[in-house]
């Protein structure tokens, strides 16, 4: 079982910054992939970024490459959202997500990704 805490949303001007923090308990997650994802009023849940537990290898959606960092600190079991350059449509709850995957995909892989474990969601609103 695998529990997972997200914290850190809030109001933010566009062009400002935050940190998503994603609390994860319950188990070991050398071969989990850890990803956020976010979903805005009206509009379906998307892919926003993931890192992969074990590899470190990171993957990012079109929409938030260059904007938006995923990391993790393996001590604390905690993965990070850095959110620079926020812009209005970023406005959305941020979701935190898990799941084992096994061996190495492509980015194109997590854009259709439907992990198991799911936070409660954090939610994120820039003002323009």
């Known amino acids: 079982q695998v529990q997972l805490v997200e914290s850190g949303g809030g109001l933010v001007q566009a062009g400002g910054s935050l940190r998503l923090s994603c609390a994860a308990s319950g188990r070991t997650f050398s071969s989990y992939v850890v990803g956020w994802f976010r979903q805005a009023p009206g509009k379906e849940r998307e892919f926003v970024a993931a890192?992969?537990?074990?590899?470190?290898?990171?993957y990012y959606s079109d929409s938030v490459k260059g904007r938006f960092t995923i990391s993790r600190d393996n001590a604390k079991k905690t993965v990070y959202l850095q959110l620079n350059s926020l812009k209005p449509e970023d406005t959305a709850v941020y979701y935190c997500?898990?799941?084992?995957?096994?061996?190495?995909?492509?980015?194109?892989?997590?854009?259709?990704?439907?992990?198991?474990?799911w936070g409660q969601g954090t939610q994120v609103t820039v003002s323009s």
């Open positions: 890192i992969n537990w074990s590899l470190y290898s990171t």
């Open positions: 997500a898990a799941d084992q995957v096994i061996g190495y995909y492509s980015e194109s892989f997590y854009y259709n990704w439907a992990p198991y474990y």
